[in-house]
């Protein structure tokens, strides 16, 4: 069975481990249909949230787009919903898996939003993956989509 809670990682690798912090999202029920996927227009999506915050645009990362769309991918074959894989690699064992150069990264996972615009309400409406989205310290973003299952990438 999928979990359904959303974690947010964010990991700051000049310092402490990861901060871990949880928070629940549940839409009952949930049922798998096709999502009108455009992570261009999520990737303006998410730049114009920055702008009205004040914060630079995030620039596009081919590496980080990789993890992120191998993550999606990988989520949606095994039916897992997790930061970490079953076999317990987090976002920054990817990173380094996809080439990603990187002092600081977060990523925001979301699972059954139909749309671009969905999804980001989603994790606007949630403190913790807001403040990913909104960090100012993050300059580059990754985006990977699969069958329900969304990513976001974010590195100085």
Request: with cysteine; net charge neutral.
């Amino acid at each position: 069975m999928r979990a359904f809670s959303l974690i947010i990682f964010s990991s700051l690798l000049a310092c402490a481990p990861a901060s871990v912090g949880r928070q629940e999202a549940r839409s009952d029920p949930v049922v798998k249909t096709q999502a009108s996927v455009d992570l261009g227009e999520l990737r303006r999506l998410v730049n114009a949230e920055r702008e009205k915050a004040g914060v630079a645009s995030l620039g596009e990362d081919p590496a980080l787009e990789a993890a992120a769309r191998a993550h999606a991918e990988d989520m949606a074959a095994r039916e897992y919903f997790s930061h970490d894989d079953p076999e317990g690699k987090s976002f920054v064992d990817r990173f380094r898996l996809a080439g990603v150069r990187f002092r600081a990264g977060a990523e925001n996972i979301a699972w059954g939003q139909r749309s671009s615009s969905e999804v980001l309400r989603a994790w606007m409406a949630s403190d913790g993956h807001r403040a990913n989205l909104l960090n100012a310290r993050y300059r580059r973003l990754g985006l990977g989509y699969a069958e329900g299952y969304w990513v976001q990438t974010f590195a100085d």
